[in-house]
């Protein structure tokens, strides 16, 4: 199964910023929905944005409030995630995942069928 492949983590202070970037699987369909998810040590996965490839619909996770923004490239089969003001509690591992027949459920990591091999962040006070 082709997977989703992550780059642009790294290591930042607090408020900087960082791009992270997804190829998804193959050429993404209309049916299809790319998010992102992290995982803090210790913690549980942790739904942070998802984009529909029709329509470009986003969602977000309740502790973004307006820090990241999450946006899809056709051309060349890329979602980006965009953070901004990143605070220390941000350091997780982060993956895109690549499902159909999301729907509404972005956050539900089960139907994603499709996960990169995460990349890290990591935000120092």
């Known amino acids: 199964q082709v997977q989703s492949a992550e780059s642009g983590g790294g290591s930042v202070q607090a408020g900087g910023s960082l791009r992270l970037a997804c190829s998804a699987p193959?050429?993404?369909?209309?049916?299809?929905?790319t998010s992102w998810f992290r995982q803090a040590q210790g913690k549980d996965r942790e739904f942070v944005a998802g984009i529909r490839w029709s329509g470009g619909n986003t969602a977000y996770g309740q502790f973004v409030q307006g820090r990241f923004t999450i946006s899809r490239d056709a051309a060349t089969n890329t979602v980006y995630l965009q953070m901004n003001s990143l605070k220390p509690e941000d350091t997780a591992a982060y993956y895109c995942?690549?499902?159909?027949?999301?729907?509404?459920?972005?956050?539900?990591?089960?139907?994603?069928?499709?996960w990169g091999q995460g990349t890290q962040v990591t935000v120092s006070a």
């Open positions: 995942a690549t499902g159909s027949n999301i729907q509404q459920y972005y956050s539900d990591y089960r139907r994603y069928a499709s």
């Open positions: 193959g050429r993404p369909h209309n049916g299809l929905t």
